[in-house]
């Protein structure tokens, strides 16, 4: 189970496909992500404010660095 968390609205709504990728050089990307999704029996993706966007900010900082 996964619960992403993200402060572009533009792109929640995008891979929950309630809007449509434009940006052709988005698409390559969003193809990757959705690939990426099918691997979670359960997925969920929640909308955060900028603003009280710190725990997320943190979380993903922290997940960048594992990378590393």
């Known amino acids: 189970e996964l619960e992403v968390r993200g402060d572009s609205q533009l792109i929640i709504r995008q891979i929950t496909g309630k809007y449509r990728v434009r940006n052709e050089n988005l698409i390559p990307l969003y193809d990757e992500a959705r690939k ?26 922290r997940a960048l660095d594992v990378r590393s």
Do not use: H, M, P
């Open 36 to 61: 990426l999704c099918r691997n979670f029996e359960k997925i969920s993706f929640k909308w955060v404010q900028r603003e009280k966007n710190a725990e997320t900010d943190a979380l993903s900082n």
